[in-house]
């Protein structure tokens, strides 16, 4: 017979011979074996070498065994211990007491070693079991409370930075809002200076003069933008069916009227339709039909798309993703992640104007409807800007 991972089993019985034989037999097969001769005796050892199991005599002086083991199953720290009785009593009544007391299992006297070992063996396969399981939920019970409290230290963080957020776009859109005042006297003072006095300036005066008001302009138009930015966070959507195509359209008469002689084909077909705010949808494809325009204006004849398709597994599953895709300047794969991000711009303002604030607006305005933006480029071939909205 294979020998079972050690284990300690505590002994309890008035009758020396019994003891002795059951130490050996029980030491033979690996166990490591204590002894005590009545339940006081019993009950300091198992307080101090916590035994795994225990086989306990019910007849002994003193306390017998029923009382052993009801006040070592009302001790905390030996409750879960697992007691055979062993005894000559062979009533119903005595062993339904010995159950009723905490025991787990007899075994009757004269005892049959075998028949205790098959019987500790057992018990003692549950009792590690269990170990394992208290074990695997003590673990379990600190992964959650450690889960918990990095929740719980996301969600202040979570706080804190939309308080910075909230904190940041109140003062961008009073810096900016503040600067408008002074920003209009300044092109009132350019205005009278073209106007009044242009006579007294020669040709370089002339020259800084333009480039004066070019700057207040650009100042301007990135005020615009800053206060655009600020708003789309702030304002209160009116969820609705929005006709994409309709706003398309009359965003591209707008752009042709800008720039009559440029050729660009546009398509955009009949019946794209979204769920979302109006008036921040047509931000959004104001910006990237905007974008198409600009990018494209170095081409002699230009093609700008707006379009959606289903993204998904399946038609349960799947999802409008509508894209924006021109043949113009393109950019760089390798920079993508800078699209995105307020005041950046992947091109030279000698290039293409702009503030750099478009895109991130976009992108508010996408997330504010829970989906997201992402876009594909090649430098010199074009862009695609594709959005979901959740």
């Known amino acids: ?3 079972p991972e050690q284990n300690t089993i505590l002994i309890v019985d008035d009758m020396p011979n019994n003891l002795g034989a059951l130490l050996n037999y029980l030491t033979d097969f ?6 005590a ?7 300091e050892q198992v307080e101090y070498a916590l035994p795994d199991l225990i086989l306990l005599d019910v007849l002994m002086p003193g306390i017998d ?7 070592l199953k009302s001790n905390q720290a030996t409750k879960d211990i697992p007691v055979i009785f062993m005894t000559a009593l062979t009533d119903a009544e005595d062993k339904v007491k010995g159950f009723s007391v905490g025991g787990v299992d007899y075994v009757t006297k004269p005892i049959q070693q075998a028949e205790v070992l098959a019987r500790v063996t057992t018990h003692l396969s549950i009792r590690n079991l269990q170990k394992k399981l208290q074990q695997q939920n003590d673990r379990l019970q600190q992964e959650i409370c450690d889960r918990i409290k990095i929740e719980q230290q996301l969600q202040i963080r979570t706080a804190q930075l939309e308080t910075a957020n909230q904190e940041l776009e109140a003062f ?6 503040d600067l408008r005042n002074p920003i209009t006297s300044i092109n009132g003072y350019i205005w009278v200076l073209e106007e009044e006095y242009a006579y007294l300036l020669d040709e370089d005066g002339k020259h800084y003069l333009e480039r004066v008001r070019i700057a207040t302009e650009r100042m301007e138009q990135l005020i615009d933008d800053i206060l655009r930015l600020s708003q789309v966070t702030k304002s209160k959507m009116q969820f609705d069916t929005v006709d994409l195509s309709r706003i398309a359209k009359e965003i591209v008469i707008s752009l042709r009227q800008t720039s009559k002689e440029r050729e660009v084909e546009f398509i955009i077909p009949e019946g794209i ?3 979302g705010d109006e008036q921040l949808l047509k931000i959004v494809l104001e910006n990237l039909l905007c974008n198409a325009w600009k990018y494209t204006r170095n081409k002699p004849r230009a093609r700008i798309e707006f ?8 038609t349960q599953s799947s999802v409008d993703t509508y894209f924006v895709r021109d043949d113009g300047a393109g950019f760089d794969m390798a920079k993508a992640d800078k699209l995105f991000g307020a005041f950046s711009r992947l091109h030279g303002k000698n290039e293409f104007e702009g503030t750099g604030i478009g895109l991130a607006t976009v992108q508010r305005i996408v997330h504010r409807h829970g989906g997201k933006i992402w876009a594909d480029g090649e430098v010199n071939k074009g862009a695609t800007f594709y959005f979901t909205l959740g």
């Not at 065994?65 to 006040?71: D, K, P, W």
């Not at 961008?172 to 809002?177: K, Q, R």
């Not at 379009?307 to 399946?314: E, L, S, T, W, Y």
């Open 307 to 314: 379009g959606v398709f289903q993204q998904g597994i399946n």
């Open 37 to 43: 001769e009545d339940g006081e005796s019993a009950i």
């Open 65 to 71: 065994g029923f009382e052993t083991c009801s006040r």
């Open 1 to 3: 017979m294979n020998k």
């Open 172 to 177: 961008s859109y009073s810096v900016a809002h």
């Open 273 to 275: 339709v979204a769920q």
């Open 30 to 35: 690996g166990f490591e074996v204590l002894v």
